[in-house]
T-cell receptor, first 114, second 110 residues
Framework: KAGVTQTPRYLIKTRGQQVTLSCSPISGHRSVSWYQQTPGQGLQFLFEYFSETQRNKGNFPGRFSGRQFSNSRSEMNVSTLELGDSALYLC?????????????FGPGTRLTVL | QKEVEQDPGPLSVPEGAIVSLNCTYSNSAFQYFMWYRQYSRKGPELLMYTYSSGNKEDGRFTAQVDKSSKYISLFIRDSQPSDSATYLCAVSGGGNKLTFGTGTQLKVEL
């Protein structure tokens, strides 16, 4: 079974721009979660989608948004990029959302904001 | 205070050593406990998943959870150079929102 895939793997943007990252979950998985990983803060939860609905949200500003499509693929968008948004953005998929299920992570998208 | 505290290391041990990695957490509502391993330039991969207090063993890995002291541990026996990675503890109160420790960098030397 193919794992979680994320595109692109690397991105360089400048301050003020916006960016869209994509995640394809493992086939059959309906829950997709997004995390931001930085050296200073570690892995932080952004949001989770299940059946095209946002089920959980972390403590990030509204510039960070996401969506999920009917095929469970998900995108996250960051508008008005700031230098501090430079990070590894990880997507994780799992089968369920009703309990803490095993989450499988993708390789991440490395975003650099200049 | 962070919800999950983890010693960042780095931790360096000789091959064959027993490694002990630890995390403490503050919220007694957490009831799911996980350990992930992350190699450089890769996403985290799940090593151990436990529910509530107790021990769980899988090969060379043993996870321990002590909910009374809000303390979780991962032991690695007979450590190998291939175990060199960052180890992340994660907790959850339910649902798929995980709260991670900052990770401990482990190096196993020949």
């Amino acid at each position: 079974k193919a794992g979680v895939t994320q595109t692109p793997r690397y991105l360089i943007k400048t301050r003020g721009q916006q960016v869209t990252l994509s995640c394809s979950p493992i086939s059959g998985h309906r829950s997709v979660s997004w995390y931001q990983q930085t050296p200073g803060q570690g892995l932080q939860f952004l949001f989770e989608y299940f059946s095209e609905t946002q089920r959980n949200k972390g403590n990030f500003p509204g510039r960070f948004s996401g969506r999920q499509f009917s095929n469970s693929r998900s995108e996250m968008n960051v508008s008005t990029l700031e230098l501090g948004d430079s990070a590894l953005y990880l997507c994780a998929s799992s089968l369920e959302d009703t309990r803490t299920d095993t989450q499988y992570f993708g390789p991440g998208t490395r975003l650099t904001v200049l | 205070q962070k919800e999950v505290e983890q010693d960042p290391g780095p931790l360096s041990v000789p091959e064959g050593a027993i490694v002990s990695l630890n995390c403490t957490y503050s919220n007694s509502a957490f009831q799911y406990f996980m350990w992930y391993r992350q190699y450089s330039r890769k996403g985290p991969e799940l090593l151990m998943y436990t529910y509530s207090s107790g021990n769980k063993e899988d090969g060379r890995f043993t996870a321990q959870v002590d909910k009374s002291s809000k303390y979780i541990s991962l032991f690695i026996r007979d450590s190998q150079p291939s175990d060199s990675a960052t180890y992340l503890c994660a907790v959850s109160g339910g649902g798929n929102k995980l709260t991670f420790g900052t990770g401990t960098q482990l190096k196993v030397e020949l």
